[in-house]
C-alpha cells in the first residue's frame, strides 16, 4: 500500500535526486555509463574537468544530444575528482536537488544498479547510500590491498564499521548536508574525497546504508590513480583525520555520534 501525501514524511515528499558524473579524458567510456543510466529518467550533471578536447567534444555531443537532461559543467583546469565534486554538488543543490548519485566516468561501476541506490535512498532520504564492490577477476591486487588499509583506518577514524567500504565512487549523497560539511571544514581535492568526506558526515551524524554492488575493471580502462602520488595524499588525509577524531573524542566537552550502519542486500 502507497502512503499518502499526509502520511508520507516530508523528507520523502520533497526527494528529488539527480547524477553527477566527474569526467577527466574518458572519452572512451563516458558514453556506455551515460547510456546505462538511462532507464533512471534523472537528470545528469557532467563535470568536465580539465578534459584534453578529445573529451571535450564528446562531453559537448552528449549534452546536445540530450538537451534539458545532461547538463555539462565546465571547469578552467584540472583540479581533481574531489573539487570537481564539490562543484557538481554545489550547482545540483541550486538547481532544486536534495540528493546526488555519484558514479565515476570510468565505466567500473555497474549503472544498471542506480535504481537500487535510489530505492534505497528513498527509503533512508538522511543517510549516504554507500557502494560496497563485488569484485570480479579483474580487480588490480595492488588495489585490492591498498583498500583494505584504508578499511582499517576508517574504523578507526570512527570507532566502528559503520562504513562497509570509503573508497568506493558509487554512492548517493543528502546534498544539504553534504554541502554544509565541504563549506565548514573543505575536503580533499583528488582521490581521497571519497574516504574523507564520508568520514566527515560519519561524524556529523549522517547514517550509512551499504549497498553491494558490482565491481568490473574494463580491459581498455582509464585510470587516473597515481600510485605514489595519491597514496601519499590518502596517507596525508588520514593523518589528518586521525589528529581530528582524537580531539573530538578528547578535547573539552567533544564526542563523536555514532550513528547506526545499515546494510542492504543485492535485490
Request: charge should be positive; hydrophobic fraction near 40%; glycine fraction near 8%.
Amino acid at each position: 500500500m502507497t502512503p499518502s501525501p499526509a502520511t508520507t514524511p516530508a523528507a520523502a515528499r520533497s526527494y528529488r535526486a539527480g547524477i553527477v558524473i566527474p569526467v577527466y579524458n574518458h572519452a572512451h567510456a563516458i558514453a556506455r555509463v551515460v547510456d546505462g543510466l538511462q532507464a533512471t529518467d534523472l537528470p545528469i550533471w557532467l563535470i568536465d574537468d580539465g578534459s584534453e578536447p578529445a573529451c571535450a567534444e564528446v562531453l559537448d555531443t552528449l549534452a546536445a544530444n540530450h538537451p534539458g537532461r545532461i547538463h555539462l559543467e565546465r571547469l578552467p583546469r584540472n583540479q581533481g575528482k574531489g573539487l570537481a565534486l564539490a562543484h557538481g554538488f554545489r550547482v545540483m543543490q541550486e538547481a532544486g536537488c536534495t540528493h546526488a548519485l555519484q558514479i565515476d566516468a570510468d565505466g567500473q561501476h555497474d549503472p544498471g544498479d542506480a535504481p537500487r541506490f535510489i530505492a534505497a535512498s528513498r527509503q533512508a532520504p538522511d543517510a549516504v547510500v554507500s557502494g560496497v564492490p563485488i569484485y570480479d577477476a579483474t580487480v588490480p591486487r595492488g588495489r585490492l590491498y591498498g583498500r583494505y588499509i584504508t578499511h582499517f583506518w576508517v574504523a578507526i577514524h570512527t570507532a566502528s564499521r559503520a562504513i562497509g567500504d570509503s573508497m568506493c565512487g558509487f554512492r548517493l549523497y543528502p546534498l544539504a548536508a553534504t554541502n554544509r560539511v565541504i563549506a565548514e571544514e573543505g575536503v580533499a581535492a583528488r582521490m581521497a574525497f571519497d574516504t574523507d568526506i564520508i568520514v566527515r558526515l560519519h561524524w556529523r551524524g549522517i547514517a550509512v546504508v551499504n549497498l553491494p554492488t558490482r565491481v568490473h575493471y574494463p580491459w581498455d580502462g582509464v585510470s587516473h590513480f597515481d600510485m605514489l602520488r595519491d597514496n601519499l595524499r590518502i596517507s596525508r588525509m588520514h593523518t589528518r583525520l586521525f589528529f581530528t577524531m582524537l580531539w573530538r573524542r578528547l578535547g573539552p566537552g567533544r564526542r563523536i555520534r555514532r550513528p547506526p550502519a545499515r546494510s542492504t542486500g543485492r535485490s
